[in-house]
């Protein structure tokens, strides 16, 4: 008798295990993905306040510190910073609009006179409107 004629029957045929590995794997995958992208948003959502609000404060100083010496660069400067508070509310927007009406006269113009008292005191009222 010849090794080859010999009948094996104690070898088993191959059986499929059901591996559930890759789907495990992409599970986790995406479950990361979620997570990762769920802290950028709150790191990028933090980080864009706290620039807008450090640069709502940088506003409002600027505008604390206007001097009304040169009365076309004072409008000018006003007109420009008072735009990071127009959007608070609609009585600031309106205390806005009516501030920027009220500086018309001290631009586009070559010579300008001095900044008159009522227009620095709407100015001084969008001033104490605004919360930061």
């Known amino acids: 008798m010849r090794s080859d004629d010999i009948p094996l029957?104690?070898?088993?045929?191959?059986?499929?295990?059901q591996d559930y590995t890759p789907y495990y794997l992409a599970?986790?995958?995406v479950v990361a993905a979620v997570l990762m992208g769920l802290v950028l948003f709150l790191l990028v959502r933090r980080w864009r306040n706290a620039r807008r609000?450090?640069?709502?404060?940088?506003?409002l100083e600027s505008l604390?510190?206007?001097?009304?010496?040169?009365?076309?660069?004072?409008?000018?400067?006003?007109?420009?910073?008072?735009?990071?508070?127009?959007?608070d509310s609609p009585?600031?927007?309106?205390?806005?609009?009516?501030?920027?009406?009220?500086?018309e006269p001290y631009k586009y113009k070559k010579d300008v006179p001095k900044v008159d008292e009522e227009t620095r005191a709407y100015f001084r009222i969008f001033l104490g409107m605004i919360d930061v």
Do not use: M, Q, W
């Not at 029957?9 to 295990?17: A, M, Q």
């Not at 009585?91 to 500086?103: I, Q, S, T, V």
């Open 9 to 17: 029957h104690d070898i088993k045929p191959l059986v499929d295990i």
């Open 27 to 29: 599970a986790a995958a």
């Open 53 to 59: 609000s450090s640069r709502r404060h940088a506003c």
């Open 64 to 87: 604390k510190r206007i001097a009304f010496d040169d009365a076309k660069a004072a409008a000018y400067t006003i007109t420009r910073l008072g735009r990071c508070f127009k959007d």
């Open 91 to 103: 009585r600031l927007y309106e205390a806005y609009e009516n501030l920027c009406r009220r500086l």
